[in-house]
């Protein structure tokens, strides 16, 4: 028998909280034997009343599923927009950064799963309406709000209307994912969302399976959609694990295939991995590693391609594709050189892809952290 549709619920000026923190989620289909299914990501996720989803934040009620996170943070913090990682999106500036509880995916190597493999953080996390979040961003002098943290496709609903708040201020909007989310919802997350930094953990259905808990086709799908069928900025990162998704060889494949599917202006970030969580057994990535993935990438001819978690200045500013002069300089997460003029290198004229201002953000390295509640 063919399954129900997914049913995406009705939209109002301000949700309506079952009980606090409790909101209907937007993306379900009730079954014939009187469970449900969340539709939101590829999990697809079938549930029994008052069981939770695999990501622990969505649960069913009745043949409903509702989000249990609504409103509530693990925290909120002022960041420079380099750090989500994001190099052409407004160098410099400010981003109001935050995420909630759980996650969609089982990354043995998890590097926030203090609070994505968390189960009773949402009892002390800080609470903040959409709308609070905005002025909070504006007030901090912030050019953008990014879901961040744990991945924001599973509070998609809280996610949405807070996009929503934030550009009726003219903030920008920034979602850090990993890109595994339902066809279904992928329009309706990605509408109000002006930059995304999607981890491509690797570039193998094995390693997906065996430390992600997830498969790889639909992360490649989102890019392709982030790519070709919207107009959010697309930047993407893989993070280097020693001996799991370092080889030559799937190097190579990773960028011929952003190359060919997605085009060589979108920049690729390779980012160096620590030992966490339940991945303990691997060394620190080396810098000789990164280095020798970024000139790979470049040569398989991506013109911005970038080093992270590690001091590499010249792997961490941008070179005009044809000059080869220095448009943005980095040290970190500091900008220092700015060789751009009205969005082009100063030098040749040619046009630096991305998001900027006349000028670069002031921010610099600094971490603010931010109380909204309280």
């Not at 549709?5 to 409790?22: D, F, T, Y």
């Not at 060589?264 to 990164?290: E, G, I, M, N, Q």
Request: aromatic share 8%.
């Amino acid at each position: 028998m063919r399954s129900p549709e997914p049913k995406l619920a009705s939209m109002s000026a301000s949700r309506i909280e079952l009980e606090p923190g409790v909101v209907r989620g937007e993306f379900f289909a009730p079954l014939a034997d009187g469970r449900v299914r969340c539709d939101l990501c590829p999990r697809g996720c079938i549930l029994k009343d008052g069981q939770r989803a695999f990501c622990f934040v969505r649960a069913a009620r009745g043949q409903e599923v509702v989000l249990t996170t609504y409103g509530r943070s693990t925290g909120f913090c002022v960041d420079p927009i380099e750090k989500k990682p994001l190099c052409h999106f407004y160098p410099g500036s400010a981003v109001l950064s935050f995420g909630t509880a759980g996650c969609n995916l089982g990354c043995r190597f998890c590097q926030n799963w203090g609070s994505s493999r968390a189960r009773q953080v949402e009892l002390m996390s800080e609470t903040a309406t959409p709308e609070a979040i905005a002025a909070a961003a504006v007030a901090s002098g912030s050019r953008s709000v990014a879901f961040t943290y744990n991945d924001p496709v599973i509070f998609h609903e809280y996610a949405v209307d807070t996009a929503i708040a934030c550009q009726a201020r003219g903030v920008k909007t920034v979602a850090v994912t990993a890109g595994y989310i339902s066809a279904a919802a992928r329009e309706r997350f990605f509408a109000h969302i002006d930059a995304a930094n999607v981890d491509l953990k690797a570039f193998d259905e094995r390693f997906y399976h065996k430390l992600a808990a997830g498969h790889l086709a639909p992360v490649l799908d989102t890019l392709r959609y982030l790519r070709h069928e919207t107009s959010v900025w697309l930047e993407i990162t893989t993070l280097l694990i020693p001996g799991e998704n370092d080889s030559v060889a799937e190097i190579q494949a990773l960028s011929e295939w952003v190359a060919e599917n997605l085009g060589p202006d979108v920049p690729l970030h390779f980012s160096a991995f620590h030992p966490d969580y339940k991945l303990l057994d691997r060394p620190p990535t080396p810098a000789a590693t990164l280095s020798r993935a970024r000139t790979q990438a470049k040569g398989a001819g991506l013109r911005y391609v970038y080093t992270g978690n590690v001091h590499d200045p010249e792997g961490q500013s941008t070179r005009c594709p044809s000059c080869a002069a220095l448009v943005i300089g980095r040290d970190g997460y500091d900008v220092g050189t700015w060789g751009l003029k009205h969005g082009a290198c100063a030098a040749c004229g040619t046009e630096i892809a991305g998001r900027f201002d006349a000028l670069p953000g002031t921010w610099g390295s600094r971490r603010l952290p931010v109380r909204l509640s309280g």
